[in-house]
């Protein structure tokens, strides 16, 4: 239920009353239902992205959101949760840049591999 509807229901006294109660500002507001929605998003995205070449981007993207989030912390709600989150990404994204960088020098080295043995055993000119 909204909070605006909760309010409504009470009285006047009970509803400034929690009216009166001010925290801090949650930069993100909404329910499970937004929840779906966001991560219906992003698995969208990602999974459109994968068709056209993003696939490759995907862990220079989630570095640099990572040292985003790390870099940000002290603005968020819960500090040690986001900077945990950032390193956890960071670290997840760097190993994802070595398994690509491994994947790509391998597959140049079998693409010469066969020129480099020629070389060496070819007999003279």
Request: glycine share 12%; aromatic share 8%.
């Amino acid at each position: 239920m909204a909070p605006e509807r909760y309010l409504d229901a009470h009285d006047d006294a009970e509803a400034d009353a929690l009216r009166a109660q001010v925290g801090p500002k949650a930069p993100y507001q909404g329910n499970t239902n937004d929840v779906i929605a966001l991560v219906a998003a992003v698995v969208g995205v990602v999974a459109f992205s994968v068709n056209f070449g993003g696939m490759y981007v995907l862990p220079l993207f989630g570095l640099v959101l990572g040292i985003v989030a790390v870099l940000q912390a002290r603005q968020s709600l819960n500090r040690k949760r986001t900077q945990t989150l950032g390193w956890v990404a960071i670290g997840s994204s760097l190993v994802g840049i070595v398994i690509w960088g491994v994947f790509i020098l391998g597959c140049l080295g079998l693409t010469f591999l066969p020129l480099f043995i020629e070389s060496l055993t070819r007999n003279g000119p």
